[in-house]
């Protein structure tokens, strides 16, 4: 059985409350919606509002690898979901020869 994915209602909330003071952030985070929106689960939802609980400079070096997530956000989806927001960009067509 799949598990349930964030409805429309719920993921817009979540863009909501994902909008953040640090551009560095808001970049990260935007390109998370776009890759992984159509198919975001519910548990992966919970976990990154779990990361947006955090100010932008603990989020930030979060993100940058500038430290590791620790106490309640050392759980396996909080993990997941930093991971998806730290991929990098998709190539552009017709580079990296």
């Keep these: ?3 349930p994915l964030l409805d429309e209602r719920g993921l817009s909330k979540l863009r909501w409350r994902c909008r953040r003071g640090l551009l560095e952030n808001d970049l990260l985070i935007e390109r998370f919606f776009d890759r992984y929106a159509a198919g975001l689960a519910v548990r992966q939802a919970e976990a990154l509002g779990e990361l947006m ?5 603990d989020l930030l070096d979060l993100l940058l690898r500038r430290k590791d997530p620790d106490g309640a956000l050392a759980g396996p989806d909080v993990k997941e979901v930093l991971e998806m927001l730290r991929m990098p960009p998709a190539a552009s067509p017709g580079r990296g020869h």
Excluded: G, H, Q, T
């Design 53 to 57: 609980d955090l100010a932008d400079n």
């Design 1 to 3: 059985m799949s598990e």
